[in-house]
């Protein structure tokens, strides 16, 4: 089992910055990959950014060039959000999956609100 606790979203004005932060209960380096993803309303979820305990990485399109995940430390993701657009407003939700024994586990976290407006 692997707990994951989020934080550092808010309301900040279009063309801002915000740093979220994912806190795993185990070693992230133990974790196949930790990843973000966000969901507005009325929206399916989506993939944001991924990060491989190998330290590849991956975005969607929308948020290439503008957001960065990496990790801080054994066991925190962050995903820094510069040049915020008000289509980046959704509840942003922490990933883990694991892969043991050939049986692939995804953990979540609570999500965290992002709004972006003036």
């Known amino acids: 089992q692997v707990q994951l606790v989020e934080s550092g979203g808010g309301l900040v004005q279009p063309g801002g910055s915000l740093r979220l932060s994912c806190t795993a209960s185990?070693?992230?380096?133990?974790?196949?990959?930790m990843g973000w993803y966000r969901q507005a309303p009325g929206k399916q979820r989506e993939l944001v950014a991924a990060?491989?305990?190998?330290?590849?990485t991956n975005y969607a399109d929308s948020v290439k060039g503008r957001f960065t995940i990496s990790t801080v430390n054994a066991k925190t993701v962050i995903l820094q959000m510069n040049s915020l657009k008000p289509e980046d407003t959704a509840v942003y939700y922490c990933?883990?999956?694991?892969?043991?024994?050939?049986?692939?586990?995804?953990?979540w976290g609570q999500g965290t609100q992002v709004t972006v407006s003036s």
């Open positions: 185990i070693n992230i380096f133990s974790i196949n990959t």
């Open positions: 990060i491989t305990s190998g330290g590849s």
């Open positions: 990933n883990a999956k694991r892969v043991i024994l050939s049986a692939a586990y995804d953990y």
